[in-house]
């Protein structure tokens, strides 16, 4: 049996058509359509309670970089972040004119340690201008300690690109905090339509900032106010997340499902009294399964070892962001849980809709090469 790391789910071209003939009708095709702006209301009443405000963007990447600039503090170097992380992360930094300074995760949750960001703000003194935790694989962490921080003065935007559909309905991980938060909606992603993106805070005018900048940075005379770019979700990207919507509540079900399926296989598998790690994170809608190899046994050989049994795995987060070239000249403080993790960590195949012979074939070969 051949096994992929995922097969993406997203609506089909017949869920698609009511929303595209809407589309045709209006004859609008972006700059905020009533397609993005009904899916911002839908996603703003449905998952977070119609708390705050929202805004969509093309990718969460420029998410990100909306998002720092609108917050951070002028004038200073630095932006802490997590290197066991996606290089969206350090990379939206630096297209921020920051130079990303990376701080260790906690051994249990994966997340930024936040003993070690207060050391590193110790460190860096007055020179930093944001930070930028992130919700691991989907993880709902959190968010006081980084609310206290941001209420004191501390700029912070949440890294929840793999995080929409954590949490209930109308308590979306992120509800309620006032920094900016910002989720993916990439094709690989719990919530996928392609190329797409979400900023959340419940600073209203926070979001109505970083939507002013992604179109341009214009004002209402159509006139340049702030160093602005082009972020905006198309209304072809909008059709998809309002056909999203109709099934994600099945979608996200479907997801539990799976990553139960995984728990339990891997509880009788006895790979645990071999050195193996199930997940850390404990993600309520998650997007990958990861796990760590025994000490000593590196990922990818693991991953070398399953490709031969027709089995595709991926190491997210490895190399760590701190080992990748573009991000060389960055700071960092200790990271021995990082480094640790990123020599061990794989994800195992994920999608919705995968079967319990799929599962199984996935940890028999694990108990079998790995
Ligand atoms: C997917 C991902 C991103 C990038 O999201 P895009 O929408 O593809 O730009 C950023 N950070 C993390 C942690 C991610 O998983």
Wanted: proline share 6%.
């Amino acid at each position: 049996m051949r096994i992929p790391f995922l097969r993406p789910s997203l609506p089909r071209a017949e869920e698609l058509a009511p929303y595209l003939r809407r589309m045709d009708a209006a004859g609008i095709y972006s700059n905020y359509g009533p397609l993005a702006r009904e899916l911002e209301a839908e996603l703003l009443r449905r998952r977070f309670g119609g708390q705050g405000a929202v805004t969509t963007v093309a990718n969460a990447t420029l998410g990100l970089m909306l998002a720092i600039s609108a917050v951070k503090r002028p004038g200073r170097r630095w932006a802490i972040l997590p290197s066991f992380t996606f290089a969206a992360g350090p990379l939206a930094v630096m297209w921020c004119g920051l130079q990303p300074y990376f701080v260790d995760v906690t051994r249990d949750a994966w997340t930024l340690d936040e003993a070690a960001l207060d050391a590193a703000l110790a460190e860096l003194g007055d020179d930093v201008a944001v930070v930028m935790p992130g919700a691991t694989f989907g993880t709902a962490m959190d968010l006081s300690g980084y609310e206290r921080r941001r209420a004191a003065g501390l700029p912070v935007v949440v890294d929840a690109a793999p995080a929409m559909g954590a949490g209930d309905d109308g308590r979306q991980f992120g509800t309620g905090f006032a920094g900016a938060v910002v989720y993916s909606l990439h094709a690989t992603k719990p919530f996928g339509i392609g190329e797409g993106g979400l900023v959340y805070s419940a600073d209203a005018e926070l979001i109505s900032r970083i939507r002013r900048d992604a179109n341009f940075g214009f004002n209402a005379e159509r006139m340049a106010e702030t160093p602005g770019l082009n972020a905006k979700l198309s209304e072809y990207g909008a059709a998809v997340g309002l056909a999203m919507l109709e099934t994600f509540a099945q979608r996200r079900a479907e997801r539990r499902r799976v990553a139960r399926g995984y728990a339990q296989r891997f509880a009788a598998s006895g790979l645990a009294q071999r050195g193996w790690q199930a997940q850390a994170p404990a993600a309520d809608c998650p997007q990958f399964w990861p796990l760590l190899a025994p000490r000593g046994r590196s990922n990818a050989a693991v991953i070398a070892a399953l490709a031969q049994a027709g089995i595709e795995c991926r190491r997210y987060f490895a190399p760590a962001c701190h080992q990748q070239p573009a991000f060389a000249a960055a700071g960092r403080g200790p990271l021995p849980v990082t480094e640790d993790l990123a020599a061990r960590v794989l994800s195992l195949p994920f999608w919705e809709a995968m079967t319990d012979a799929e599962m199984d074939a996935v940890l028999e070969a694990l108990i079998r090469w790995g």
